[in-house]
């Protein structure tokens, strides 16, 4: 596999990453440097490791990493979202919408756990590169550092469009997470394309 082909790759596995972190510059309150760059350490370094376990895990596995991972990305997604729109929505009601009320969009356990969501086609991915003899730790590199960068971008991005919704930013943010797990588990179970077709 030719380099063009692995960046290429590594930009589709990366835009459910990027579409998050944009939701995360969204609420993030006050944005800072350090938010932007940890948002993207997590999803690029999860990017990373996540084809590298599917090409070690190999063809014995593969059938039972395709018949789940879809649904693990799917709840994770639908559980932070729901809890983000609940707790925007239950600040508003009682007039204390602050940053001392909301959960930190980065703390390590929310990050990891978004991280794994988007990270799981890059699991299957490595599955598929175990068949195809790719040479694993540069592709995971390219992966990794491409996500990084769209990550990296997708909070700074994420930041301007939170300042058009402002108080409803937090349950927009839910929302899209929402969707991107439906859209994960419509790809993989092949709703979205009898539906497009």
Request: glycine residues 10%.
């Amino acid at each position: 596999m030719n380099t063009l082909a692995l960046i290429m790759i590594a930009v589709g596995l990366s835009m459910d990453a990027f579409a998050v972190s944009v939701t995360n510059g969204m609420i993030i309150k006050p944005l800072q440097l350090k938010h932007a760059l940890k948002t993207a350490f997590f999803f690029g370094g999860f990017q990373a490791l996540m084809p590298v376990i599917g090409w070690a895990a190999g063809i014995n596995f593969s059938e039972y990493i395709s018949g789940i991972d879809h649904w693990v990305a799917f709840i994770v997604l639908g559980i932070i979202g729901a809890k983000m729109i609940y707790e925007s929505v239950k600040a508003s009601s009682q007039g204390c919408e602050t940053a001392a009320t909301r959960e930190d969009p980065t703390n390590n356990r929310t990050l990891t756990m978004l991280a794994i969501a988007t990270s799981i086609d890059a699991l299957a991915v490595g599955v598929s590169f175990s068949f195809l003899n790719v040479a694993i730790f540069s592709a995971a590199m390219i992966i990794g550092c491409i996500t990084f960068c769209f990550s990296f971008v997708g909070v700074l991005f994420g930041e301007k469009c939170g300042q058009l919704f402002q108080k409803r930013a937090e349950v927009f943010g839910g929302v899209m997470l929402i969707l991107i797990g439906l859209k994960i588990l419509a790809e993989h179970t092949g709703v979205l394309a009898a539906w497009l077709g």
